[in-house]
């Protein structure tokens, strides 16, 4: 089974493959799911329940913002690619 932290991980790693290449990289970013997120979740390997908590907890530490459905805000690429790291 895989870990809450690995959860979170896959869920950063997930989220800065929707960065548009190229974005700013020292400002805010925003990201679009282009699928649901129980098919992020499938594309992840984690159930969605897990991606859920692991969006909560992005969003807890500021890792992430939600903007609306499917889109997200992301304050900083550099710290997003930290949790992706498990750092």
Sequence with gaps: ???RQGAVARTAH???SL???????GGPMEAALPFSQAEFAE???ITPENLSRA???LRRDSFL????PR???IPSLEALRHAANGD
């Design 1 to 3: 089974m895989l870990g």
């Design 43 to 45: 594309l992840l390997h």
């Design 71 to 73: 889109r997200f805000r």
């Design 55 to 57: 969006l909560a907890t």
């Design 65 to 68: 913002e939600r903007l609306g």
């Design 19 to 25: 960065v548009p290449a190229g974005g700013n990289r």
């Design 14 to 16: 997930g989220l800065l």
